[in-house]
Structure formats: structure tokens, C-alpha cells
T-cell receptor, first 116, second 112 residues
């Protein structure tokens, strides 16, 4: 069965420092991977996705993610964190039984706290 | 475009009451989804609709029913609310072949 794990409930970084939010996955074939962000009292917003191609994927708001097949990871990164990046981040993988619907399986979420 | 809209934003129910959560999208998307979000558990799929006229169960369908009224609208019904259904409910939609889900702002439901 497909699954995705976010091993950290919370990540704390200082503004201006690089940030990494970790995600590992388990799928039976080639994965379709996603990152979403949720600001307080809002719905989820798409950040970026990996379908195929370059292992480094660039997305919205200066975020990028690195796909590592050997480590089955898809960590979210940003070179210089902003206080406004503080939010809840979700990693997701597409359910392989859903070629025509894009059902997603979400991780439990990681709270990113960026301090001034 | 309004994107994905949900009503109501907040709702308080007593155990045993019923209600319907409404969702609409104006992006001409084929697939629509209902999720619930609980602390520490991420989002869990309740029901989804691959296209107009079809619905299927997700991971946690018990206690819920859905209706895909037309291509735009996908409603979620709680027939007899229970405290375990206290949660934040999100609707989402996606265009076939795009893979990017668009989410509504959510409905915060409390069942007393």
C-alpha cells in the first residue's frame, strides 16, 4: 500500500537560515509526489510536484524539493526562510489505484515555525 | 474565478442532528473530493467523485453520504452526527490529467 511519512511534527528555524521539511514515501511504482502548504484557518495550497524528470523541482514562494529515489525521499527546502513561511506543510503521494482521479495520500503534516 | 467554495464556514450540531456541507467549483474540473482534517492525522479522504454521476468511498466513509449534483457541485451529508465527526472538512477538485488539487477554505464542524 502507498504511504507517506513526515517524521517531524515541528521544524523551527531562524529567519534567513535554510529550511528543510522531510518526507519519505512508499509506493509500488514510480511516485507522483506533492507538497502543499496550509496557512492558519485556510485551505491547502499547492506548492510543487514531482512527476518525472529533474530530481530538483522548483515551486511557489521560492520553495524547492529534491526527489531521491534511492532514499525514497522528497524533502522540501528553501535557501532562506521568511517569518511568513510559518505554516503547516503536507507531503502527499498519488494513490496508484487512481489513474483517472488523482486521489492523494497525505502525510500527517509538519508545522514550520520561522522565528525573527 | 472563485475556485472552490464551501458553505457553511462554521457549524455546531448536537449529536443525532443532520446537515449537508456544500461544495462548488467553477474551474470545470472533473474530479472532486471530500477530506477531513484532524490534528496529527493529516487529511483523510472521505468520498470522491471521479466524474459527474459517479461517487466512491475513500478511507473513512462511515457516517457520511455524498451527492455529485452536477459537474460543479459535490455535497457531503451527515445523517446522524456524532462527536467523532468533529473536524475540519475540506473539499477539493482537480482537472483530469493535471494532478494538482485545488482546495476550498474548509468547514469547521463541532458536534456536541
Amino acid at each position: 500500500a502507498q504511504s507517506v511519512a513526515q517524521p517531524e511534527d515541528q521544524v523551527n528555524v531562524a529567519e534567513g537560515n535554510p529550511l528543510t521539511v522531510k518526507c519519505t514515501y512508499s509506493v509500488s511504482g514510480n511516485p507522483y509526489l506533492f507538497w502543499y502548504v496550509q496557512y492558519p484557518n485556510r485551505g491547502l495550497q499547492f506548492l510543487l510536484k514531482y512527476i518525472t524528470g529533474d530530481n530538483l523541482v522548483k515551486g511557489s514562494y521560492g520553495f524547492e524539493a529534491e526527489f531521491n529515489k534511492s532514499q525514497t525521499s522528497f524533502h522540501l527546502k528553501k535557501p532562506s526562510a521568511l517569518v511568513s513561511d510559518s505554516a503547516l506543510y503536507f507531503c502527499a503521494v498519488r494513490d496508484y489505484g487512481s489513474s483517472n482521479t488523482c486521489k492523494l495520500i497525505f502525510g500527517q503534516g509538519t508545522t514550520l515555525q520561522v522565528k525573527p | 474565478n472563485a475556485g472552490v467554495t464551501q458553505t457553511p464556514k462554521f457549524q455546531v450540531l448536537k449529536t443525532g442532528q443532520s446537515m449537508t456541507l456544500q461544495c462548488a467549483q467553477d474551474m470545470n474540473h472533473n474530479s472532486m473530493y471530500w477530506y477531513r482534517q484532524d490534528p496529527g492525522m493529516g487529511l483523510r479522504l472521505i468520498y470522491y467523485s471521479a466524474s459527474e454521476g459517479t461517487t466512491d468511498k475513500g478511507e473513512v466513509p462511515n457516517g457520511y453520504n455524498v451527492s455529485r449534483l452536477n459537474k460543479r457541485e459535490f455535497s457531503l451529508r451527515l445523517e446522524s452526527a456524532a462527536p467523532s465527526q468533529t473536524s475540519v472538512y475540506f473539499c477539493a477538485s482537480v482537472r483530469t490529467g493535471n494532478n494538482e488539487q485545488f482546495f476550498g477554505p474548509g468547514t469547521r464542524l463541532t458536534v456536541l
